[in-house]
């Protein structure tokens, strides 16, 4: 498949220009000019997670014009067969606004970045919504559709009787395991226990105004968190039936598991009115939450 967006063949970058573009990013945006609050998360300490154990965690492509193909460059989760999210600040941010389906690719059924297990699907993104109120990490999610179906298993999404965020919950993506480090070659989880809001209004102060639609988790030790590369990922609560739903999308952080500092996710709850209208309008059939 050619794409109009480069001339030449696509080259593929190593981890460590993943990490110069947003050491780049850092340099270049006021965010991280606040006592470094804001950086896009990565899993610090987190373990191994069991091979198709997460079968709804997508990994996100980008063709991007100028620096070629990026094998990972956030985190997804597939809630229909054919509807992915992610965080708004993956498509855009201060590189780049790339809301061009046809640079995109959603990679499902992947646990080992580095080897072909044969259960991997590739899939063009043939539209992307990012939410119209975006910025500074408010509103921080996008929807991308696939340009096919798969069979693959999905999250559930949250009802008001699921919402007892004091049960396990888990994050997982690919991201940096050290702070610098490359990104984990497999797919790694991690337990975030959930924090009432005021604990992230409090460390956060006025650098990004926590809202209702966040939420606020993760461990206060600096021992475990998210970081780059996990952006966009899912964190998943479990039900008393043994279901797993989405309760949050990875969107921003301290910078690799500072002290004190928990993480923000944005709230799914607080979306759900906004996922079904979109997707009723664009795929023509009702959503049901089961």
């Known amino acids: 498949m050619t794409h109009s967006v480069a001339s030449r063949e696509p080259r593929v970058l190593p981890d460590i220009d993943y990490h110069d573009i947003m050491n780049d990013y850092e340099d ?14 990565r899993l610090i300490n987190g373990k191994e997670s069991q091979r198709g154990a997460w079968p709804w965690q997508v990994s996100l ?41 046809a640079l995109w690719t959603a990679v499902l059924g992947e646990w080992n970045r580095e080897i072909e297990e044969n259960t ?14 975006f910025h500074n990490y408010q509103h921080d999610i996008a929807l991308l559709k696939l340009s096919r179906a798969t069979g693959i298993g999905t999250v559930c999404l ?35 226990p959930i924090h009432n809001n005021s604990i992230c209004k409090a460390k956060y102060g006025s650098s990004i105004s926590i809202q209702s639609s966040h939420l606020c988790g993760g461990k206060l030790d600096g021992k475990f968190g998210a970081c780059i590369g996990d952006s966009g990922g899912p ?11 989405l309760a949050g999308i990875t969107s921003f952080g301290s910078g690799c598991a500072k002290p004190g500092y928990p993480d923000v996710y944005t709230k799914l709850s607080f979306y759900i009115p906004w996922i079904k209208n979109h997707i009723e309008k664009y795929s023509q059939h009702s959503v049901i939450i089961t």
């Not at 590739?122 to 990012?130: L, Q």
């Not at 964190?235 to 739903?245: A, N």
């Open 235 to 245: 964190l998943q609560c479990i039900l008393q039936d043994g279901r797993w739903f």
């Open 28 to 41: 270049r945006s006021e965010l991280f000019k606040l006592n470094k609050t804001n950086q896009v998360p």
């Open 158 to 192: 949250p009802r008001g009787s699921d919402l007892d965020l004091t049960n396990l919950c888990m994050a997982t993506g690919w991201g940096k395991t050290t702070p610098k480090g490359p990104l984990s070659t497999t797919l790694r989880q991690i337990r975030v």
């Open 120 to 133: 991997e699907m590739r899939i063009p993104i043939e539209n992307i919504f990012v939410h119209e109120h």
């Open 61 to 101: 492509q980008l063709l991007h014009p100028k620096f070629g193909l990026i094998k990972h460059w956030c985190g997804g989760v597939l809630i229909f067969p054919s509807w992915i999210l992610t965080a708004a600040h993956c498509i855009h941010n201060e590189i780049f606004s790339l809301k061009l389906a």
